[in-house]
């Protein structure tokens, strides 16, 4: 899963048991080489998603990392690009890869934006915001957007039940339920618990009208549903 350039397994575990800032400022200068970061087969189709949505003029990225997605709104977006996230070091390392974007420390539950953008993204952040949480992160990126503006991101379906992805997923949220029981602080990362129908209803609760496209890169599931889509959430 990590190629030679990425952390070692003494450096992983010391992320693990830090705080979720402190962990991404450790990960921060080796986080492209694991296989945390969206990858780019990711990025390039929500990338021709969203040209079939524009225009848009500026584009921001919630909890943008290291600044993968970066080039995705640079591609759709004629004006300013903006980066946040409240990891300095990710933030450093974004800047260094993306230097006319403009990027910003901030916490996604409290963004200092004004109604300013045409569109937000994010991409493989949200598995470190409870559910609790979600309605407050929705409502800061609905202040963030102009009327008429879109928050986009792409939600993979999730794995059937029984399967070998599905048990993963199941174990690694249990490890870090019980991380997060013994230790303090915790470090906030599961992904189970960011499904289609509850973050529906919460970005519509957040005044969103909610639909979703299939991304057609990733295929089908025997049903006929896509294996990954992007939920396209405009604000009205």
């Known amino acids: 899963m990590f190629t030679p350039q990425g952390p070692t397994l003494r450096e992983l575990a010391r992320q693990a048991l830090s705080s979720v800032e402190d962990g991404y400022?450790?990960?921060?200068?080796?986080?492209?080489?694991?296989p945390f970061r969206t990858p780019d087969r990711v990025l390039a189709a929500?990338?021709?998603?969203?040209?079939e949505l524009g225009p848009f003029e500026s584009g921001l990225d919630v909890?943008?990392?290291?600044?993968?997605?970066l080039p995705v709104l640079r591609a759709v977006c004629a004006?300013?690009?903006t980066g946040v996230d409240f990891s300095t070091n990710m933030l450093a390392e974004a800047r260094r890869r993306h230097p006319a974007a403009t990027l910003v420390r901030a916490d996604a539950l409290a963004l200092p934006f004004a109604p300013a953008?045409?569109?937000?993204?994010?991409?493989?952040?949200?598995?470190h915001f409870l559910p609790a949480e979600q309605p407050t992160l929705f409502a800061q990126v609905h202040a963030s957007l102009r009327p008429g503006g879109t928050f986009a991101f792409p939600l993979p379906a999730p794995p059937r039940v029984g399967s070998p992805a599905y048990w993963t997923l199941w174990a690694f949220d249990g490890a870090m339920r019980v991380r997060n029981a013994v230790r303090h602080p915790p470090f906030v990362m599961y992904y189970r618990t960011f499904r289609l129908a509850d973050v529906r209803a919460r970005l519509?609760?957040?005044?969103?009208?909610?639909?979703h496209l299939p991304l057609p890169d990733f295929g089908t599931r025997p049903d006929g549903a896509?294996?990954?889509?992007?939920?396209?959430?405009?604000?009205?």
């Not at 929500?46 to 040209?51: F, G, I």
């Not at 045409?118 to 949200?126: E, K, R, T, Y």
């Not at 896509?226 to 009205?236: I, T």
């Open 79 to 81: 004006g300013r690009v």
């Open 63 to 69: 909890c943008c990392g290291t600044g993968a997605g």
């Open 226 to 236: 896509p294996n990954c889509r992007l939920v396209v959430a405009r604000k009205v």
């Open 46 to 51: 929500v990338s021709r998603a969203l040209a």
């Open 117 to 127: 953008f045409d569109l937000a993204v994010s991409f493989g952040a949200f598995g």
């Open 25 to 34: 400022d450790l990960l921060a200068p080796k986080f492209d080489a694991t």
């Open 204 to 211: 519509e609760r957040a005044g969103f009208e909610v639909g």
